[in-house]
């Protein structure tokens, strides 16, 4: 059970000046995303404040797409994917003077904090916001990868993974069947935490992550191995779950080069339908903590940073200390699985 922080056991604040609070989602869209939303909501009405949902992240908030929020607003879209908020990706608030117009219009619609939901590029433009406006600004870590420092969770990715495990499960039926060899692509440009579970929880023979650029790192030649030690076991099937950064450059190219090896190979990219869909209840309960004690945070004086988990924990850990830097990855697990699939 995770354990919140002191400030989030104060049962009332409404001796706080947060008195109008807004919430955004940007970057790319996580299951749970809403049910942040809705903690937010929520727990900003249930103390006194305003809440605002600002639509399309901050692009939408560029075009002062912002709205009241009340109860009704978040009535049942807990178990829905996506977020009714909308997102986008506004690589023009990197610009100062673009944020200044967006701490104008914050300014302007006279909100005292601002939640923002995403990761590692939301969470650059949060901290700005911060530095340059004098407006707190909390973020929750909202991204199917789990590559955000700091956080041992992040909202999204347990979905992830049960849905990339789910479609293994359903390939390898096919792959048994007809003794075939799967390529699975996972989402995971330049993580390859949704791999790494994904393969060890769907029981992969190998898996291919973005991480392995060391002397130790997979080959073709190796994974040719694995799959003829498998076929002198009488496997019938063999599933390698590939990030979509791998250093091989794609699932398409890997196939290639085991096609030049003799060795044929079915494709299978699970793509977005990692990101969609219902979101676990897991996830749905990590978000709602979260974005309960993002609130807390504000309405207790916190100026800037982001809500983690450490262990049982829930932490703020300040955007100047994980901006620009990702999740450690340890090449012991990938170990794991090779032992798992012998």
Not at 100 to 108: D, E, R, T
Not at 179 to 189: H, K, S
Not at 233 to 258: D, N, P, Q, W, Y
């Amino acid at each position: 059970m995770l354990k919140v922080p002191a400030f989030s056991h104060k049962k009332t604040f409404t001796n706080s000046k947060m008195r109008r609070i807004a919430v955004l989602t940007s970057g790319g869209d996580a299951p749970g995303m809403n049910a942040a939303i809705r903690a937010v909501v929520r727990t900003g009405l249930a103390n006194g404040a305003q809440v605002f949902g600002i639509h399309r992240g901050y692009a939408g908030l560029l075009e002062e797409m912002i709205q009241p929020m009340v109860p009704s607003s978040v009535a049942n879209i807990i178990q829905r994917g996506g977020t009714i908020l909308r997102t986008s990706r506004c690589p023009e608030f990197l610009e100062k003077s673009t944020r200044k117009k967006a701490l104008a219009i914050l300014k302007k619609h006279q909100i005292d904090g601002l939640v923002v939901i995403g990761g590692d590029g939301s969470f650059r433009g949060a901290l700005a916001l911060s530095l340059e406006g004098k407006i707190p600004v909390v973020g929750i870590p909202g991204t199917i990868d789990m590559d955000i420092p700091f956080t041992d969770e992040t909202i999204g990715f347990d979905t992830a993974v049960n849905t990339g495990i789910q479609l293994i499960d359903k390939i390898r039926d096919t792959a048994s069947s007809h003794d075939r060899i799967f390529l699975v692509e996972v989402m995971g440009r330049n993580s390859g935490m949704i791999a790494l579970h994904t393969g060890i929880g769907g029981g992969a023979e190998s898996i291919i992550v973005p991480e392995s650029r060391t002397p130790k790192k997979q080959t073709v030649d190796s994974i040719c191995a694995s799959i003829d030690r498998g076929a002198r076991r009488g496997k019938t099937s063999h599933i390698i779950v590939v990030a979509e950064g791998c250093s091989f450059g794609g699932v398409t190219h890997l196939a290639e080069m085991l096609e030049a090896r003799g060795y044929g190979s079915h494709i299978a990219i699970l793509g977005h339908t990692q990101r969609g869909g219902s979101p676990s209840a897991h996830d749905r309960m990590l978000a709602s903590v979260l974005g309960a004690v993002s609130v807390h945070a504000l309405f207790s004086g916190i100026k800037e940073g982001m809500i983690g988990v450490q262990g049982e924990n829930v932490k703020v850990v300040s955007f100047k200390k994980l901006t620009g830097k990702r999740q450690k990855f340890s090449d012991d697990f990938l170990e794991i699985a090779k032992a798992l699939a012998v």
